[in-house]
């Protein structure tokens, strides 16, 4: 008996490359990217590699803003706070990204925003407006969730700057932890908590997701976020933008989990002889009815990409996980009917995940 070949990449997958861990090189998905149903990538041709100058300041750069950020360093002259420290260099980091904090309130609110409203626009502007000057400090969680607004909104990296979003995730996550050890817990931190939470969904890294997210619920009980009685009113009044803010971010701390719980199987888990047959019909039929609408929600945004009408912010963080079931579901149907009956819809899922992954995944 004539055992079958395994063809094998000869790098592995960018996936695996991320989360620093083994990789089988099985195309075309690996092991690892197979059994979560995560995108998998690999590289056509070696990266070349860049010029030792350039790897030496990228390496200076990364060293400064682990440097830079920590809270418990000797305090100067001028920054004998930690609150006044943190905002300054958090207003530093943001500078050298070549951005400002107009400019990522921008492109926060007129896109992550859309699918995640856990800010409220006009409490957000009102504190800014109040520490936007020299003189006056937010308090540590503030910046942080600043910090955290500017790594969901900063484009992959560009000639004229050093920042990476790789290197800026790394050290927001440092800052967040110190955050932590000095206000606890605080709505400011959960909602920073999500945005790194989101954009390691996003960047495919749902496992480090699964585990921040884990830290945030629990701050939301700590906070009471949890308690109704904290957002909720009367039919006859009016809720207040404080309270809306709040029932927003609990409902955004129990969106985001509950889809990482999905993307796990947590929740999915039952035994074989428990499934209802026709229940399973009508999961078979949904299944088929989203990819389609996939197909055409890819089509729809090719079509306003190529009218400068749309981007890859204006996407959702599930994106990538959703156009990969809808692939893989029209892979299962075609090997069932005509192989190259619906080629078409799979390359126009597969143009869309590769733009969603050069915006989060670069």
């Known amino acids: 008996?004539?055992?079958?070949?395994?063809?094998?990449?000869?790098?592995?997958?960018?996936?695996c490359k991320s989360r620093k861990k083994g990789c089988d090189k099985q195309l075309p998905t690996c092991g690892y990217c197979a059994k979560r149903?995560?995108?998998?990538?690999y590289q056509e041709s070696p990266v070349a590699e860049e010029p030792v100058a350039d790897a030496i300041t990228q390496i200076e750069i990364n060293a400064i803003l682990l440097q830079m950020v920590s809270?418990?360093?000797?305090?100067?002259?001028?920054?004998?706070?930690?609150?006044?420290?943190?905002?300054?260099h958090v207003c530093r980091i943001i500078q050298l990204a070549d951005l400002s904090l107009q400019e990522i309130s921008r492109r926060y609110f007129s896109n992550f925003h859309n699918w995640l409203p856990v800010i409220s626009y006009e409490l957000f502007q009102e504190s800014l407006a109040g520490y936007n000057s020299p003189s006056r400090s937010p308090p540590v969680d503030f910046s942080v969730l600043m910090l955290g607004m500017c790594l969901v909104t900063l484009q992959p990296s560009k000639p004229n700057t050093?920042?990476?979003?790789h290197s800026l995730y790394s050290t927001m996550k440092m800052l967040f932890a110190e955050a932590q050890s000095i206000t606890c817990a605080s709505t400011y931190l959960i909602q920073a908590g999500l945005l790194i939470a989101a954009y390691e969904y996003a960047n495919g890294r749902p496992e480090a997701a699964h585990i921040t997210m884990?830290?945030?619920?629990k701050s939301a009980f700590v906070t009471g976020l949890a308690d109704s009685s904290s957002w909720q009113t009367n039919e006859a009044s009016?809720?207040?933008?404080?309270?809306?803010?709040?029932?927003?971010l609990w409902w955004g701390v129990i969106i985001?989990?509950?889809?990482?719980?999905?993307l796990h199987q947590e929740v999915l888990s039952c035994p074989f002889d428990t499934v209802d047959l026709q229940g399973l019909q009508h999961s078979k039929a949904a299944l088929e009815m989203v990819s389609n609408v996939v197909v055409d929600v890819a089509r729809h945004h090719k079509a306003q990409?190529?009218?400068?009408?749309?981007?890859?912010?204006?996407?959702?963080?599930?994106?990538?996980?959703?156009?990969h079931m809808a692939m893989r579901h029209i892979r299962d149907c075609t090997k069932l009917v005509c192989p190259h009956r619906r080629s078409s819809d799979l390359n126009s899922l597969a143009q869309l995940d590769q733009e969603f992954s050069d915006r989060w995944k670069a």
């Open 71 to 88: 809270l418990f360093g000797p305090p100067s002259e001028n920054m004998s706070t930690a609150p006044r420290r943190t905002w300054y």
């Open 162 to 165: 050093h920042i990476t979003p």
């Open 214 to 217: 884990g830290g945030v619920a």
């Open 37 to 41: 149903n995560l995108p998998c990538r």
């Open 305 to 323: 990409i190529a009218c400068q009408n749309s981007h890859a912010d204006l996407l959702p963080l599930s994106c990538s996980y959703t156009l």
């Open 256 to 262: 985001l989990e509950r889809a990482l719980c999905l």
């Open 1 to 15: 008996m004539k055992v079958p070949v395994i063809e094998r990449a000869l790098h592995v997958c960018l996936t």
């Open 238 to 248: 009016i809720i207040s933008s404080e309270s809306l803010e709040r029932l927003n």
